[in-house]
């Protein structure tokens, strides 16, 4: 019976720690679910920690964080920030157009600074939001016959 209490008493607290996540998250936002899944990741590291008396409890919790690590770089668009860069020492600064190229799923990328326009090629799939998102490395390389 005691048991069956502190395991009621225990969901309870967590379902009140979890609610804000919850609540400011959205079902057709894939960032509402990377942060729920970090947040779950966290307490998992910190019950490990407080709780788990195992030999590999350590090894365990450091790849969590750096696990966590990883999603926030990744989703924190700093990977995205670091080939932007790149190109603003390159080129100074621009922007990127992307036009449909032809009749395909391809997009046609030209980069725009002060010193005029240049097209870098064609990049398939994706839409052009997409292609940014993920980072800018596929395009500094045209695709053969361009």
């Known amino acids: 019976m005691i048991h069956s209490i502190k395991t009621f008493y225990k969901k309870c607290k967590r379902f009140i720690e979890f609610a804000p996540e919850i609540w400011n998250g959205n079902d057709y936002d894939y960032q509402s679910a990377v942060d729920l899944f970090s947040y779950q990741l966290e307490r998992l ?3 490990l920690e407080s709780k788990n008396p195992h030999v590999d409890t350590k090894h365990q919790v450091a790849r969590i964080h750096a696990t966590v690590e990883m999603i926030q770089k990744v989703y924190g668009e700093e990977y995205l920030e670091r080939p932007l860069h790149i190109m603003e020492r390159m080129y100074g600064e621009c922007s990127f ?12 990328v030209e980069l725009a600074n002060s010193h005029g326009h240049r097209k870098l090629g064609l990049v398939d799939g994706f839409s052009p939001a997409n292609k940014l998102g993920h980072g800018l490395h596929p395009l500094m390389l045209p695709r053969r016959g361009t």
């Open 45 to 47: 590291a910190d019950e």
């Open 97 to 108: 157009s992307f036009k449909p190229f032809e009749d395909t799923d391809s997009f046609e």
